[in-house]
């Protein structure tokens, strides 16, 4: 080591010059910097025990708030699978109509019934899928919007709720849900409730095949082909409905620490009160 005072040398680990008595600034610096790590490491830690005893109202009532739309999401998603249900079955019975008819030909009265029966039919779906949609994308948004107070997912609101329908894509939306929502509990001083590997293996698989069977059905419309296709779609939703119920306790959880925290507090100031008193 080479010092800039006296321009003498002398070892590296040495405090300070043997000839002056400068300090030695390399390790002053590797001193400040160990420093300052350790100063931002008890920061962070005493950031995370702050949280467990966190009391926000307002983020409280958004957890609360957003426990209700998951279980409105999960109501709606279970009614249109009844109503995709009955609408295999009005495919299945319209299917004769549309395979014996040939371009060029007289319209058939059978043909004009069944087109009439599937049009009023998606007439009266229309509302109840649309209500379908808006639910489970009001239900993603807050979810997303109401983790990213303590952790920073890799989706943000809108883009969770852009990607929730997407197949294979609303995979990762739901496991970076989950992860973070674990990250949250574990800062909370709280365990999440484990949703299996196996749950979301499924999901994914089922992600691919239904988009498949889906064109399949499009390009050779047969009853076989429908119902597999139906059934798929069927299993998918319920798989969903899974992982939703998941992410609702979790945010359950959340909003059950905040509350207590917030009981809790009362409690003390009312005995510091009195005490005071």
């Known amino acids: 080591m080479i010092c800039k005072k006296c321009g003498r040398e002398y070892e590296d680990d040495m405090p300070k010059c043997l000839w002056c008595d400068a300090p030695n600034e390399s390790l002053s610096s590797q001193d400040e910097c160990e420093t300052s790590s350790a100063d931002s490491e008890a920061q962070e830690e005493a950031y995370k025990e702050s949280l467990k005893e966190l009391v926000d109202p307002e983020l409280e009532r958004a957890f609360d708030d957003n426990v209700r739309r998951g279980k409105s999401a999960i109501s709606w998603t279970k009614f249109q699978m009844v109503l995709n249900v009955i609408f295999f079955f009005v495919e299945v019975k319209t299917f004769g109509a549309f395979q014996n008819y040939q371009v060029g030909t007289t319209v058939s009265e059978e ?23 808006g639910k489970n994308w009001l239900w993603i948004y807050h979810a997303q919007k109401a983790q990213s107070k303590f952790t920073e997912p890799f989706f943000s609101p809108w883009g969770a709720t852009l990607c929730y329908f997407i197949p294979v894509v609303n995979y990762f939306v739901f496991k970076d849900l989950f992860k973070n929502q674990h990250d949250t509990l574990k800062i909370l001083g709280l365990n999440a409730k484990a949703v299996s590997n196996k749950l979301l293996t499924w999901f994914f698989i089922f992600n691919i095949a239904t988009p498949i069977f889906n064109y399949l059905n499009y390009k050779s419309f047969n009853t076989p082909v429908i119902f597999i296709s139906t059934l798929l779609w069927i299993i998918l939703t319920v798989l969903g409905i899974k992982l939703i119920r998941v992410a609702t ?29």
Request: zero cysteines.
């Open 111 to 133: 043909f004009k019934s069944a087109l009439g029966t599937i049009f009023l039919f998606l007439l009266f779906t229309a509302i109840p899928f649309f209500v379908f949609i």
């Open 249 to 277: 306790a979790n945010e359950q959880a959340v909003h059950d620490q905040l509350e207590n925290n917030r009981i809790n507090k009362k409690v003390e100031e009312i005995i510091a009160q009195r005490e005071a008193v």
